[in-house]
């Protein structure tokens, strides 16, 4: 009965490891469900809630930019809906994360869970690291793009994520203290990261 979490370094095979993991544990996995619920609270559309997060809380800066695509501008200001910043977007991951929690054996990906669930027990928080260059060959090879692609998505993901993360008022955020096991996916198979958290909750 537990609770895992996987913050990752984009690349580094946070999704796979997860979807492993839940696959071998009979767990449930949690990752688009956060940003449907958040989508349902809020009331307004996933797409909205992707774009914030895709865009790592940067959307209100682009919107007086005049960056952000018209439908969502339209959305701003359909009186008939509520908006969403990313104030809101956290307040919300504060309430939610925590209540899918309850649910037991699950693992979480991403969505700051971490830090939101810090002091939750039976919570086991795992961080996947790697180097660029392994990180930028593990998107070539899963998602069969080509070493350009794969760059420009890495480097705009982790920045991203930088982003994001600020939001939780996070310093140091991949600091290995903030987690009960780092792994370091330039060094190890995703087969021998899976062994080593199942391993974590015995322990």
């Given at each position: 009965?537990?609770?895992?979490?996987?913050?990752?370094?984009?690349g580094?095979?946070?999704i796979?490891?997860?979807q492993?993991?839940?696959k071998?544990?009979s767990?449930?996995?949690?990752?688009?469900?956060?940003?449907e619920?958040?989508?349902?609270?809020?009331?307004?559309?996933?797409d909205?809630?992707?774009?914030?997060?895709?865009?790592?809380?940067?959307?209100l800066?682009?919107?007086?930019?005049?960056?952000v695509?018209?439908?969502?501008?339209d959305?701003?200001?359909?009186?008939?809906?509520?908006?969403?910043?990313?104030?809101?977007?956290?307040?919300?991951?504060?309430?939610?994360?925590?209540?899918?929690?309850?649910?037991?054996?699950?693992v979480?990906i991403?969505?700051?869970?971490?830090?939101i669930l810090k002091?939750?027990p039976?919570t086991?928080?795992?961080?996947?690291?790697?180097?660029l260059?392994?990180r930028?060959?593990?998107?070539?090879?899963?998602?069969?793009?080509?070493?350009?692609?794969a760059r420009?998505?890495?480097?705009?993901?982790?920045?991203?994520?930088?982003?994001l993360l600020r939001?939780f008022?996070?310093v140091?955020?991949?600091?290995?203290?903030?987690y009960?096991l780092?792994?370091?996916?330039?060094?190890?198979n995703?087969?021998?990261a899976?062994?080593l958290?199942?391993d974590l909750?015995?322990a």
């Amino acid at each position: 009965m537990a609770v895992i979490t996987i913050s990752r370094q984009f690349g580094a095979g946070g999704i796979t490891l997860g979807q492993q993991l839940a696959k071998k544990l009979s767990y449930g996995f949690i990752y688009e469900e956060i940003i449907e619920k958040v989508a349902e609270k809020a009331a307004v559309s996933k797409d909205w809630v992707k774009s914030l997060v895709k865009d790592g809380g940067g959307t209100l800066s682009n919107f007086m930019a005049g960056f952000v695509p018209s439908r969502l501008i339209d959305h701003i200001f359909d009186t008939q809906r509520q908006y969403m910043d990313e104030k809101t977007y956290i307040k919300l991951l504060y309430e939610i994360v925590p209540q899918i929690a309850q649910r037991d054996n699950i693992v979480i990906i991403g969505r700051g869970a971490q830090f939101i669930l810090k002091d939750y027990p039976d919570t086991h928080h795992v961080l996947l690291i790697a180097d660029l260059a392994h990180r930028i060959n593990f998107m070539m090879r899963r998602y069969q793009l080509s070493e350009d692609a794969a760059r420009k998505a890495v480097t705009k993901e982790d920045l991203r994520r930088r982003k994001l993360l600020r939001l939780f008022k996070a310093v140091d955020y991949d600091r290995p203290e903030h987690y009960d096991l780092v792994l370091n996916m330039g060094k190890i198979n995703i087969d021998l990261a899976q062994e080593l958290v199942c391993d974590l909750l015995v322990a």
